[in-house]
């Protein structure tokens, strides 16, 4: 369907990736696909091609496509690096990026809390994966986090799956439900770490560690996990970096 303005005078390039959002929420287009070329798009949406671009330009500054040098727009895929560099903000003393691994601690489905029935739209009592994660920097335990995911969006989810998993957690999500996390919202705080922290990164019961609570979402605002991170900031710090960046 042609693009039009509204009343409000809405610009072009805004409805048309709006349009283009909603396609990838629906998974008309889905994690990978390429998407038409400009100027089959400036036909689709009826619209010049360059509001096209503009509309791609900024979901490709959102990291919701990629481009690829001889292969055109794509549906960004979180098992890719960039994706999930996005929503890993950490660096060590030396100001470099952590790399990290993961090691699954611990995995098991408990009955939703009032707090999680209400933040995931389900019933209270309803079933939650408790998920304990472990990272570690050059073999050496840095953060925990602690992970509520709602069964009814992931069903069957099992902890031999979350273990194999390829890459990063939100790429198991996309490419094993079809379910794209596309915004974060964290609160960060300082904590005393508990007795399940402490044991996991090695300090004593009470020491001092960043917390860090995220809610993470996909298309429309659903909210789909939510977790809470220790981090041991004698080995790492979190860096949050906005504006232009060249």
């Known amino acids: 369907m042609p693009a039009s303005a509204s009343s409000f005078e809405q610009p072009l390039y805004e409805i048309v990736r709006a349009g283009i959002v909603e396609r990838l929420r ?96 389900m019933e209270r009592g309803g079933s939650v994966a408790r998920v304990e994660n472990l990272r570690k920097m050059d ?32 790429g198991f999500y996309q490419e094993r439900y079809g379910v794209s996390v596309v915004r974060v919202s964290e609160d960060v705080t300082a904590a005393e770490a508990d007795a399940g922290v402490a044991q996991a990164l090695g300090l004593k019961p009470g020491a001092a560690v960043l917390q860090v609570e995220r809610t993470a979402f996909t298309f429309q605002d659903r909210p789909v996990e939510f977790r809470r991170r220790y981090v041991d900031t004698r080995h790492c710090a979190y860096r949050n970096v906005r504006g232009l960046q060249d």
Not at 148 to 167: C, E, H, K, T
């Open 139 to 170: 073999g050496r335990p840095v953060m925990l986090d602690r992970l509520w995911i709602p069964m009814s969006v992931f069903a069957n989810l099992s902890a031999q799956d979350f273990a194999a998993r390829r890459g990063s957690i939100y």
């Open 26 to 121: 629906t998974g008309v287009w889905a994690a990978g696909d390429r998407l038409p070329p400009e100027p089959e798009l400036a036909r689709l949406f009826g619209v010049g091609i360059g509001t096209i671009r503009r509309a791609v330009e900024s979901l490709v500054a959102e990291r919701l496509l990629t481009r690829r040098a001889g292969r055109g727009t794509e549906v960004a895929r979180f098992t890719d690096d960039h994706a999930f560099d996005l929503y890993f903000n950490y660096v060590d003393p030396a100001g470099t990026a952590v790399k990290v691994t993961a090691e699954l601690l611990s995995f098991a489905k408990e009955r939703a809390t009032a707090r999680f029935a209400a933040l995931f739209g």
